[in-house]
């Protein structure tokens, strides 16, 4: 429903995330579980806050499990495996977003 890559991991900006895609899908309360990893941005107050604000159920992982949720374990194999995986870090943010919005189309 919504990707963006940042330079850094952050509670806020992931919630400016969730935010704009909430409103640009016009989801309602109770209507998304948000599944994600047990991050510090994810499990921090401003994105927990956020989710309670809009209604959205957190789901984490479970600790030390690498395979809890297939839906996004597969969506990770994909990417990891699908060429042309960069095997050298970017060379800047543009190029990595760029990276990204062609991995989305084409899984799309």
Not at 47 to 59: D, E, F, H, Y
Not at 80 to 107: E, G, I, M, N
């Amino acid at each position: 429903m919504g990707w963006q890559v940042f330079e850094a991991e952050s509670g806020q900006l992931a919630s400016e995330l969730l935010r704009d895609i909430y409103q640009r899908e016009d989801l309602r309360s109770q209507q998304v579980v948000l599944h994600s990893d047990n991050g510090g941005p994810m499990k921090g107050a401003t994105m927990l806050a956020t989710l309670q604000r809009l209604g959205i159920m957190p789901s984490f992982s479970r600790p030390a499990v690498s395979n809890d949720h297939p839906y996004s374990e597969s969506l990770f194999k994909t990417l990891k495996y699908r060429p042309p995986y960069p095997l050298q870090p970017f060379a800047d943010l543009t190029s990595a977003r760029h990276w990204v919005a062609d991995l989305v189309q084409w899984y799309l």
